[in-house]
C-alpha cells in the first residue's frame, strides 16, 4: 500500500464522507480514547481493564480493515504524527495492555497545570531555569556575612526542601519570601508549584489581588454557583498545599484584610502549609495594612506558621542588560 500522506484537509473530508463507515469508525476510536484519557486523568481505571482495551483494538482492526479496502494508509489524515511512539494515540501497547503514551503524561501536566492555575509562561518556570547568576555574588546583604547570591541559594534550597517534604508526606513548615519586585519571586512560586504537581501533590497557585477579587465578583447577580465565596474559601482551604503570590498591601481593605484572615485561617486549623511572596518583610506587613487588630493577626498567623526567606540584591550586571 502507498504510503499516501494528504495534508489537504477537504481531501480527507470528501473521502470521510463518501465512506460514513470510516467516518464512523474514526469517531468511536475517538470517543474510547476519551473515555480512557479520562479514566487515567480521574486515576479512575475501569474496573475491568481489558474489556476498553479489547474494544479499542477491535476499532482499530476494523479501521485498518476499511482503510485497506479503500487503498488508504494509515496516515492518510496527516502529514506526520506530533509523536511518533504512540502515533498520535497517547496510548502504547504493551503485551495486551493500553498504556499512556509519554506524550500523553506531558498533556497530563499541562492540564494539571491549568487547573492548579499556572498560566502557560509560568510552566517554563521551574527549579532547573531559576538562575543564581543574577544575584550578586560581592554585595553583602547589610547585617549580615553572606552576599545576596549565597542567600538566592539558601532560599533555592528551602523551597526544594519544602517540595520534598510535602512530597514524602511531612507537614513542612510554610515559606514566606519577601523581596522588592523583579527579584524572582514568582520564579519560585510557580517552581514549588510546578515541581510538586510532577509528582501528583494537589496545589492551587493564585495571586493575591486575584483571589480577593475571584472573591468580590462572587457577589455579583448572576455569577456562578460553583464560584461563591464559600466554594472558593473552601477550595483553597483545603488544598494541600496553596501558593498566594504577590501579598501587597496596597490590596487591603478592613474587608479584604479579614477574608484574607479567614482563608489563612482555615489552612492554620488544617495544619496544611502555604506558601507567600511579598514585596514587604513580615515585620512591616501590619504597619503597612494599617488596619488595625485583624492585620496582627495575620502577620502572627504567618510567623508562627511560615520560614522568612529574603530574595534580593539582583546584580547590578543585569540591571543594565
Ligand atoms: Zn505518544
Not at 192 to 206: D, G, M, P, R, T
Request: proline share 5%; with cysteine; hydrophobic share 35%.
Amino acid at each position: 500500500m502507498p504510503d499516501w500522506k494528504n495534508n489537504d484537509e477537504q481531501v480527507v473530508n470528501q473521502l470521510r464522507q463518501q465512506h460514513p463507515e470510516l467516518q464512523q469508525v474514526e469517531a468511536a476510536l475517538l470517543k474510547e480514547l476519551a473515555t480512557q484519557l479520562l479514566a487515567v486523568y480521574a486515576h479512575n481505571p475501569t474496573p475491568h481493564s481489558q474489556e476498553p482495551a479489547e474494544r479499542f483494538t477491535h476499532l482499530r482492526q476494523e479501521r485498518q480493515h476499511i482503510l485497506q479496502k479503500l487503498g488508504l494508509s494509515d496516515n492518510y489524515a496527516q502529514t506526520g504524527y506530533s509523536c511518533p511512539l504512540c502515533r498520535d494515540m497517547m496510548f502504547i501497547e504493551k503485551g495486551g495492555e493500553w498504556l499512556p503514551c509519554s506524550c500523553w503524561e506531558e498533556v497530563h501536566q499541562q492540564r494539571k497545570q491549568q487547573q492548579a492555575g499556572i498560566s502557560p509562561k509560568m510552566q517554563q518556570q521551574t527549579f532547573a531555569t531559576f538562575s543564581l547568576d543574577y544575584y550578586a555574588p560581592d554585595k553583602y546583604i547589610p547585617g549580615r556575612n553572606y552576599s545576596y547570591q549565597e542567600q538566592a541559594s539558601r532560599v533555592l534550597a528551602a523551597c526544594q526542601e519544602f517540595v520534598v517534604k510535602v512530597t514524602a508526606r511531612e507537614k513542612p513548615r510554610g515559606l514566606y519570601i519577601y523581596g522588592d519586585t523583579g527579584r524572582g519571586k514568582t520564579h519560585l512560586a510557580a517552581a514549588i508549584s510546578n515541581a510538586l504537581l510532577a509528582q501528583e501533590v494537589e496545589v492551587s497557585y493564585v495571586a493575591t489581588s486575584a483571589f480577593l477579587s475571584s472573591l468580590r465578583s462572587s457577589y455579583e447577580e448572576g455569577s456562578d454557583p460553583s464560584q461563591s465565596e464559600s466554594h472558593i474559601m473552601a477550595e483553597l482551604g483545603r488544598v494541600t498545599v496553596l501558593v498566594l503570590d504577590d501579598l501587597g498591601v496596597d490590596q487591603f481593605t478592613p474587608w479584604a484584610v479579614e477574608k484574607f484572615y479567614h482563608l489563612i485561617n482555615l489552612r492554620y486549623m488544617a495544619g496544611l502549609p502555604t506558601v507567600y511572596t511579598s514585596n514587604i518583610p513580615l515585620a512591616d506587613l501590619d504597619s503597612n495594612m494599617g488596619v488595625g487588630g485583624a492585620s496582627i493577626r495575620i502577620v502572627s498567623r504567618i510567623a508562627e506558621t511560615c520560614d522568612l526567606y529574603l530574595l534580593d540584591g539582583i546584580d547590578i550586571r543585569f540591571w543594565k542588560k
